[in-house]
């Protein structure tokens, strides 16, 4: 905890349905939900630009915060049913919970069966920096914060004439990486979580890259070494930290990611009668440990790290979607309901966009900014900087789907390093309208490598560096390079999926805080070349938990009843830049990426 003495933070906020500019306050109670008649009057739903990034943000990045029983939309045909449902009717209609648990923040959504939101909750946390390149998450705080969404999120449905009843089931989606050590008999942490960008393990995984057979690896399970996966963060910990090394050495040490820690607590930890340790096949193959085929952990990934199974308790790898194996919530407002989906963040991105089909993809604008490519039920290795990774695994004599994954460390956080530590604007929101301000970027370039460069890249040493700066350079000019250093980076990571697949994509499906820029999605098309597809309700990680979860229990049957799901309102942006020009820019760019390097030479900072 920080000394502010403010545990975490309710956000509500509102949304001009018009202009799709969001207007976000922070308060520390939430919102009293507005009325039926209010509801059925108005139509008012509230969303929040640019805030949960999982990764996974969000990370997940999605940003919506508090949704008070109404989607987005002004035409009260598109309420969800309720409203004016009898109480007969209300008896039998199923709703599906979703938390998802991002970097920043935590919600807890209610969808019907139409994939509406109609009830939420969001609380937003503290961010750990207790040196430079660590970034740590409190556990117990994250499982309060989760705790208290659903509390407030169900004393909103309630409201609305709903209970716990009408919840068929629930999913959880979670920032991935992010890793949470805590002892067996106790069930109590040993040591903060390691978030997923953090960087301390710089010197270790230099060290690693020099191990025999380290070079095999990605073809075992689909990840490059880095400091990103759970493996390394894990291994400095049992080095590093004397209370997660003795646990180890005792064999109660229990080790997993934020969805394995929440299962855990939500089914009531050591106390339970059977304590649930699972953790899905989407999380499990961001750990290095899981071979990507088989779904399962191998002995000779766990080897290359010097992890002995005898020591430690690893979660049981389960498919992301199952009535039983998840168990059930064990107290609170959802007291006896199933936990049966769960995904990590961005495979949920996916699977809440119905990316269902091979050749499809998505890219999840958060704290930093995530696509994913379904490439089928056969896993494809990159030859070109991406990663391999499990899209989904549905279970029930499905085959897993997987996908390639271009990751980018810095999107919707390179706008709050403009806001937080450069004061040129007081509300994130606010980037775009700065950015408008000038008519193109005057010249300047920000590689925004706070922590390296991710896919396709995976440049180690570089740093934030800003090009091309003048007299004349205006703080709307820097504001926009920031946004245009996401979507060239996404043209990266598209221009390898093209390679990788043979395959040339036609359209981006879009979701996260920061695609609510039109702006930058303009710009994301122009710099692409192909269209940018963005849905109305943009709450697109959060459903595909839902999704998962409701797949499992009854709530929907097949992927054909999912087709119809979140297709209203969808806005396309399409390529208006000239061909020649856009690929000038884009060699700025690439050039401005090889200045960028080296800047880390000397590695007594590593730690």
């Known amino acids: 905890m920080g000394d502010s003495g403010e545990p975490f933070r309710t956000i509500t906020a509102a949304m001009d349905t018009e202009t799709n500019a969001t207007f976000a306050t922070t308060t520390t109670t939430a919102d009293a939900p507005p009325s039926l008649d209010e509801l059925a009057r108005t139509g008012n739903g509230t969303f929040n630009g640019t805030g949960n990034g999982n990764e996974n943000g969000n990370g997940n990045g999605n940003g919506a915060s508090d949704f008070n029983g109404s989607v987005p939309r002004h035409h009260e045909e598109h309420l969800p049913r309720g409203i004016h449902e009898t109480e007969e009717e209300i008896k039998h209609r199923w709703f599906v919970g979703s938390i998802d648990q991002g970097t920043t923040s935590s919600r807890f959504l209610i969808f019907n069966g139409e994939g509406d939101p109609v009830a939420s909750h969001q609380i937003e946390f503290e961010n750990l920096y207790p040196k430079s390149g660590w970034h740590e998450h409190e556990p117990l705080e994250l499982l309060a914060s989760v705790e208290e969404c659903i509390e407030q999120a169900m004393r909103k449905f309630s409201d609305m004439g709903y209970s716990k009843s009408h919840i068929r089931s629930i999913g959880i989606t979670n920032q991935r990486e992010t890793t949470v050590v805590w002892d067996s008999n106790t069930g109590e942490p040993l040591y903060n979580a390691v978030v997923w960008p953090d960087t301390r393990t710089k010197a270790l995984v230099r060290e690693l890259k020099s191990r025999a057979h380290a070079n095999t690896l990605t073809e075992l399970c689909g990840l490059p070494l880095s400091t990103y996966p759970s493996s390394v963060k894990l291994l400095w910990l049992i080095q590093n930290v004397e209370a997660v090394k003795q646990a180890y050495e005792e064999g109660r040490l229990a080790f997993g990611t934020v969805d394995s820690w929440l299962i855990y607590r939500l089914n009531g930890g050591a106390k339970a009668e059977k304590p649930i340790h699972v953790t899905d096949s989407t999380n499990a193959s961001r750990t290095m440990f899981m071979n990507l085929r088989t779904l399962q952990y191998d002995d000779r990934l766990l080897g290359f790290f010097g992890i002995d199974r005898t020591k430690i308790h690893l979660p049981t790898i389960v498919p992301s979607s199952d ?92 706008v709050k390093f403009l806001m937080n530590n450069l004061g040129f604007v007081d509300q994130s929101s606010k980037i775009t309208e700065l950015a408008e301000s000038v008519e193109d970027n005057g010249g300047v370039v920000f590689v925004t490598a706070f922590s390296g460069l991710f896919a396709p890249y995976w440049i180690d040493d570089a740093k934030g560096t800003l090009f091309g700066i003048t007299q004349h350079t205006s703080k709307g000019h820097i504001a926009r390079a920031t946004l245009e250093a996401t979507c060239y980076q996404t043209k990266a990571i598209l221009d390898a999926m093209e390679k990788d697949s043979n395959h040339k994509l036609e359209s981006l499906a879009v979701d996260g805080g920061l695609s609510n820029s039109d702006l930058t999605m303009q710009t994301q098309a122009n710099i692409s070349g192909i269209r940018v597809d963005r849905p109305a309700m943009r709450e697109t990680t959060a459903l595909g938990a839902a999704i998962a979860a409701g797949l499992a229990t009854g709530v929907w049957s097949e992927l054909d009843d999912l087709k119809e799901v979140n297709q209203v309102g969808r806005r396309v942006f399409v390529p208006e830049m000239d061909r020649k020009e856009a690929q000038r820019l884009v060699r700025k760019w690439e050039q401005a990426v090889e200045m960028s390097r080296g800047w880390l030479k000397d590695h007594s900072e590593d730690g």
């Open 323 to 414: 009535p039983e194996c998840f168990g059930k919530v064990a107290s609170g407002a959802l007291s006896g309901v199933s936990i049966a989906g769960c995904l990590g963040d961005q495979s949920s991105a996916l699977v809440g966009q119905c990316g269902f089909s091979p050749g499809q993809a998505k890219n999840t604008y958060g704290t930093g900014c995530f696509l994913l490519y379904n490439v089928g039920t056969e896993p494809v290795i990159s030859k070109y900087g991406l990663l391999a990774t499990v899209a989904y695994d549905f279970g029930g004599g499905r085959k897993p789907v997987y996908a390639l994954e271009g990751s980018i460390a810095v999107a919707g956080s390179g």
